[in-house]
């Protein structure tokens, strides 16, 4: 791999997106039905507000089961303070960043717009072929 491999060769493009007013049981189905670990959040005019993770459905669950509290809406439940990479960040720094932080995916974004999600899997690609 050269020093000049980006994020953008290597995140995930075809993205599920929840939206601040859904139903909060319903994204919570969203991120189990297709086996992914969060989902960007965005707003009517496609604008990242924040992210749902499985940790924060697991926070759903547990209150809905345990303490019989009501659901809501995805607003009241992601993380509003998204960190985020640039489609044109070099993978390396990228990978650091991942050793460095516990997040497990981080919205890639162009002229700010998000355009992909870079994962740690997709990050083990990249660098398999250091190997």
Known sequence: MN???KVSDYMSKNLITLTPNMDI???VNTLRD????G?????N???LVGILTKKDCIKVAFSASYHKERGGSVSEFMSSDVKTV???ANIVEVAERFLNYP???YPAMQDDRLVGIIARHD????LERLW
């Open 45 to 47: 005019r496609d604008e």
């Open 123 to 126: 990050i083990l690609r990249a």
């Open 3 to 5: 020093e000049s491999t």
């Open 34 to 37: 297709n086996r992914i670990s």
């Open 39 to 43: 989902a960007p959040v965005l707003d």
């Open 86 to 88: 640039s489609v044109d």
């Open 103 to 105: 997040y497990r995916s």
């Open 25 to 27: 049981h319903r994204a």
